[in-house]
């Protein structure tokens, strides 16, 4: 038995973060498009797997994009610049001409929309900051979504908190998913949440990816430079309590200054950090040194692993930080690429699971059982996973990336099978069974009708 590859186009792919995620789930990226040279130079170290056209998007035609698929494009993601949405900065300036200047920028998203509509890809992903919701009183995602409804899709945007997916993050983002193949447009659930109410796992606090860092020394090589702050900063960085802010109304003449900004605020140990914005000195302060984050602090709470580099750390500081403070969310990712698979491909999917534990059930119907101390049988579920893990890999050649969240390694489809949970397609695991699958609701949801028992 065999299976097409799910392939996947990304445009404005700055870092890598976008399709991070799509790899760790089995997608097979074909092509990236950026127009920044050291973008270019951080993705041939990174991905030289990854093919890369360094040109402006505007500049790239829909036909030189095809030319590096040799099918049809499943997937199309990107997220268009997004400084000149952006509630932080050009929109909140107290300068009215820089607030109501225009930023060509914004335009991008609009070429991105022209792009879909030529090369029809089956699903598109699109991210932005929520400043897009507010743009010209809403009309402007008015526009964006109607064009891309009158090229034959069905779409639907959400404002998505990163932390909900358990990125170390209050990072809100929209997300605008859709495809062209009639299915309905579903997001991820979220699986963590900030309400003990809600019965989910508690957000991830900032300090359990970035703690073992606090003792590290300067490593350029692993993108770890602290920031040579003035004097004048350090001693301003020392009246900020933890979780708080600079007390701007208790500072001395010499420490005092107009327009602090948004960069004067300590992390909180037992807090997500911060959203990671651009810039040379953007970043929030370090929960317990008097300092700014370093670009590998603020790459791994934006979820990159520890062997991607960012490039000419130490010379180009600026640019660096920016592309890391840019960059999308990689677990979060990996989430919306899952829901891309279960919106598209999620009956299949299920199915082929049935049949695998059909034909093992039949040869064996204790096949996984194990007897417990009063001698009754239990199912021994990672053992399960483990044996649908190996049939994925040795009859469907897919090697799914081995990922990690919370520095422990996830058991094989940990991930999907908690999202098809609480989405209701899955109910338990039993003894002669194996899964066993809400088939009525995944028929509902899916439209997918398979010859079932």
């Not at 300068?95 to 998203?109: G, V």
């Not at 900051?129 to 526009?143: A, C, E, F, H």
Request: with cysteine; hydrophobic share 35%; aromatic share 10%.
């Amino acid at each position: 038995m065999s299976v097409k590859m799910n392939n996947v186009i990304d445009l404005f792919c700055g870092a890598g973060g976008l399709h991070i995620g799509f790899e760790q789930v089995g997608f097979c990226v074909k092509l990236c498009v950026d127009n920044n040279a050291l973008v270019e130079k951080t993705h041939k170290r990174n991905y030289p797997h990854i093919p890369m056209i360094k040109r402006d998007i505007s500049e790239v035609s829909p036909k030189a994009i095809a030319e590096y698929c040799d099918c049809e494009i499943d997937v199309l993601i990107g997220g268009p610049p997004c400084q000149g949405f952006s509630t932080i900065g050009r929109r909140v300036s107290s300068n009215p001409d820089k607030r109501n200047q225009a930023d060509s920028r914004n335009e991008l998203i609009f070429v991105y929309a022209r792009i879909v509509s030529t090369l029809k890809p089956k699903f598109i992903v699109m991210e932005n900051v929520k400043g897009i919701l507010t743009m010209k009183n809403g009309s402007y995602l008015d526009t964006v979504l109607s064009e891309l409804r009158r090229a034959g899709y069905n779409v639907d945007y959400r404002l998505v908190n990163m932390a909900d997916y358990g990125v170390a993050q209050i990072r809100e983002r929209v997300i605008i998913l859709g495809n062209s193949i009639g299915l309905p447009v579903k997001f991820p659930v979220p699986d963590h949440s900030d309400n003990s109410d809600d019965d989910l796992n508690p957000w991830v606090d900032c300090w359990s990816v970035i703690s073992d860092l606090e003792s590290m020394g300067d490593n350029p090589a692993f993108n770890h430079v602290a920031l040579k702050h003035t004097q004048t900063n350090i001693e301003r960085y020392k009246l900020i309590p933890e979780g708080g802010r600079l007390p701007e109304d208790a500072l001395s003449a010499e420490l005092y200054r107009k327009n602090f900004g948004n960069t004067y605020k300590r992390l909180n140990r037992k807090r997500p950090a911060l959203t990671m914005v651009p810039g040379n000195d953007a970043f929030p302060i370090h929960p317990t040194l008097h300092r700014s984050l370093t670009v590998r602090e603020a790459a791994r709470i934006q979820t990159f692993t520890d062997d991607c580099r960012l490039t000419d750390l130490g010379y180009r500081f600026v640019d660096t930080c920016e592309r890391t403070g840019n960059a999308n969310c990689g677990i979060a990712r990996e989430i919306f690429a899952s829901s891309i698979l279960q919106n598209g491909q999620l009956g299949a999917f299920l199915y082929y699971i049935y049949k695998l534990s059909e034909q093992k059930f039949q040869e064996n119907p204790l096949a996984f059982a194990i007897q417990t101390a009063s001698g009754s049988y239990a199912f021994d579920q990672n053992e399960y996973k483990a044996w649908l893990e190996d049939c994925f890999q040795n009859e469907l050649h897919i090697i799914r990336k081995v990922s990690t969240r919370g520095g422990t390694a996830r058991q094989p489809f940990q991930a999907e099978f908690a999202i098809l949970r609480n989405l209701g397609y899955i109910k338990s695991f039993r003894i002669g069974v194996g899964l066993e699958i809400n088939w009525p609701k995944v028929q509902e949801s899916m439209s997918f009708n398979p010859s079932l028992p």
